[in-house]
C-alpha cells in the first residue's frame, strides 16, 4: 500500500473520531473529492480535500473525504466495476454504508464477519430468527421473507446497496432490482456458501463494504481449512474412498448442490450421474449399498420428520439434541436399510445445513470427517466452527451441527 495513500486514511479516520457516517447513497454518480471529475482519484485531490477539511471550509463532507481516502487507497483511486452471480455489472464509488440484506441468515452473518454490522440497516424475516445474529440485528426491522422481500419495505430504507442470494435457481429478485435501479440504488447477488467462488464473492463484498483486510482473512481462514482437506485425502486411492450417499433436506433426494463435497472430501458419489435434486427409491439406494450415509437436517418442525431433516432444536444454540436422536433413529430404522453396509457399520450421519452457509470449510471438515474419520482424529467441524465464531463474530459457540457429534 502506498505510505501517502496509507497516511491519508489515517488522517481521515482520525478526524472527528467516533462519529458514525450515516451513508450517502450510490445513487450518486462520481468519486467523493474528484476535483476535476476525471474519475481518477489522486494524492493531490485526496491531500487537499483532507487539509481544507480540517482548516474547516471544505465544500466536502466529512463522508466524503474518508471515502475518498479509502477509494484511494483500497481500489487505487477508481471506481469497483464487478459482476454478480446473475452477471450484472454494476459500478460503485464509495464503500456503502446502508445495506439492506435479503440473503437470508447467510449474508448478515458475512456481513457481520467482515466488521460490516453498523452498515446493516435491514433484514428479512428469517435471519431474525437465528441466535448468532441476534446481538447484531434484534433491533432492526425486517423486509419480509427472504424468498419474496417487499420492495417497498426494502426502499423506505434508503439503501445504498441490496444484498442477495446468487445461487442458481435462488429466488427471483427482477422485480426489485427493476424498482431499485430505477432510484439508482444496485442489487447485487453473491454465492458466498460454496468453496468454489469463495474467494471471489467475499473479495467483491468486501470492496462493496470497505473492509478488504477483513474479507482477506476470511478468505485465508476458508483456504487453510480446504487446503487441509485437500493434503490429507491427495494420496487415496479409487478403492481408499468409500461410496457415499448424500441425502438432501428432503427425504429420498439426492443430488443438490452438497453432493459436490463427497468428491473434494475422499468419497464416491454413489449416484454420481444425478447432478440435481432428483428423487431415488429406497430400494435403488439398498442395492447400491453406500459405505457412508450423509442426511441433511436443518431448524424446522420435528413433525416433519417422516418427509425431510427437520429437527427444531439444532444448529446455533442447541443444547438438547432429543430431536436429533429422533430423526437419526427414523433414518436407521428405515425398511430394508439394515442391508446396507453403513447402517450395519454405524457410518450413517447427520449435518446440518447452515455448516455452508455459517462458512464452507465448517462444512468440509465436517464430511471429510465423516468420511475419512481415521484422516481427521485431531480437528472436527465443531472445532472450526468455534474458532469461526470467535474470531470473526467474537461469539462463543454453542449448538449441533452434526450427529454424532463432533468432539
Given at each position: 500500500m502506498n505510505c501517502m495513500r496509507k497516511i491519508l486514511l489515517i488522517l481521515c479516520l482520525l478526524i472527528v473520531p467516533g462519529i458514525v457516517a450515516t451513508?450517502?447513497?450510490?445513487?450518486?454518480?462520481?468519486?467523493?473529492?474528484?476535483?476535476?471529475?476525471?474519475?481518477?482519484?489522486?494524492?493531490?485531490?485526496?491531500?487537499?480535500?483532507?487539509?481544507?477539511?480540517?482548516k474547516g471550509n471544505a465544500s466536502a463532507k466529512l463522508d466524503d473525504v474518508r471515502d475518498a481516502a479509502h477509494v484511494l487507497t483500497y481500489w487505487g483511486g477508481t471506481a469497483y466495476t464487478?459482476?454478480?452471480?446473475?452477471?450484472?455489472?454494476?459500478?460503485?464509488?464509495?464503500?456503502?454504508?446502508?445495506?439492506?440484506?435479503?440473503?437470508?441468515?447467510?449474508?448478515?452473518?458475512?456481513?457481520?464477519?467482515?466488521?460490516?454490522?453498523?452498515?446493516?440497516?435491514?433484514?428479512?424475516?428469517?435471519?431474525?430468527?437465528?441466535?448468532?445474529?441476534?446481538?447484531?440485528i434484534k433491533n432492526l426491522p425486517s423486509v419480509g421473507n427472504w424468498q419474496t422481500p417487499d420492495g417497498e419495505k426494502i426502499m423506505a430504507l434508503n439503501p445504498d446497496l441490496v444484498h442477495g442470494y446468487g445461487y442458481a435457481g435462488s429466488p427471483d429478485l427482477s422485480s426489485q432490482q427493476k424498482a431499485l435501479k430505477a432510484i439508482g440504488v444496485p442489487l447485487i447477488q453473491l454465492d458466498c456458501y460454496k468453496?468454489?467462488?469463495?474467494?471471489?464473492?467475499?473479495?467483491?463484498?468486501?470492496?462493496?463494504?470497505?473492509?478488504?483486510?477483513?474479507?482477506?482473512?476470511?478468505?485465508?481462514?476458508?483456504?487453510?481449512?480446504?487446503?487441509?482437506?485437500?493434503?490429507?485425502?491427495?494420496?487415496?486411492?479409487d478403492s481408499q474412498r468409500p461410496m457415499v450417499f448424500m441425502e438432501t433436506l428432503t427425504n429420498f433426494m439426492t443430488g443438490d448442490s452438497s453432493a459436490a463435497y463427497i468428491d473434494s472430501c475422499g468419497g464416491n458419489n454413489v449416484f454420481s450421474e444425478v447432478t440435481k435434486s432428483t428423487a431415488v427409491s429406497s430400494e435403488e439406494i439398498i442395492k447400491r449399498n453406500p459405505k457412508v450415509i450423509i442426511k441433511k437436517m436443518y431448524k424446522g418442525d420435528d413433525s416433519r420428520q417422516d418427509q425431510s431433516g427437520a429437527v427444531s432444536n439444532s444448529a446455533f444454540g442447541a443444547t438438547n439434541d432429543t430431536g436429533v436422536k429422533a430423526l437419526y433413529k427414523k433414518v436407521m430404522a428405515r425398511s430394508g436399510w439394515d442391508?446396507?453396509?453403513?447402517?450395519?457399520?454405524?457410518?450413517?450421519?447427520?449435518?446440518?445445513?447452515?455448516?455452508?452457509?455459517?462458512?464452507?470449510?465448517?462444512?468440509t471438515v465436517y464430511v471429510a470427517k465423516?468420511?475419512?474419520?481415521?484422516?481427521?482424529?485431531?480437528?472436527?467441524?465443531?472445532?472450526?466452527?468455534?474458532?469461526?465464531y470467535k474470531e470473526f463474530m467474537n461469539v462463543d459457540f454453542t449448538g449441533i451441527y452434526a450427529y454424532p457429534m463432533q468432539t
Open positions: 451513508g450517502t447513497a450510490m445513487a450518486t454518480v462520481g468519486l467523493p473529492c474528484d476535483a476535476n471529475s476525471d474519475g481518477k482519484l489522486t494524492n493531490g485531490e485526496v491531500s487537499s480535500a483532507v487539509i481544507s477539511y480540517m464487478f459482476k454478480d452471480r446473475k452477471n450484472i455489472t454494476t459500478t460503485i464509488y464509495r464503500p456503502a454504508k446502508r445495506i439492506v440484506d435479503v440473503e437470508g441468515a447467510y449474508g448478515p452473518q458475512t456481513l457481520v464477519a467482515l466488521g460490516a454490522a453498523d452498515k446493516i440497516v435491514g433484514i428479512t424475516d428469517y435471519a431474525l430468527t437465528q441466535a448468532d445474529l441476534s446481538p447484531f468453496p468454489e467462488y469463495y474467494t471471489e464473492d467475499i473479495t467483491i463484498l468486501g470492496k462493496i463494504v470497505g473492509e478488504e483486510e477483513n474479507a482477506s482473512k476470511l478468505i485465508a481462514f476458508q483456504d487453510y481449512y480446504e487446503n487441509l482437506v485437500a493434503d490429507r485425502i491427495k494420496g487415496l486411492n442391508q446396507i453396509d453403513a447402517v450395519k457399520n454405524g457410518r450413517v450421519y447427520l449435518i446440518h445445513s447452515d455448516t455452508t452457509s455459517v462458512h464452507p470449510c465448517a462444512n465423516m468420511i475419512h474419520p481415521e484422516l481427521f482424529k485431531d480437528i472436527s467441524g465443531d472445532e472450526v466452527l468455534r474458532q469461526w
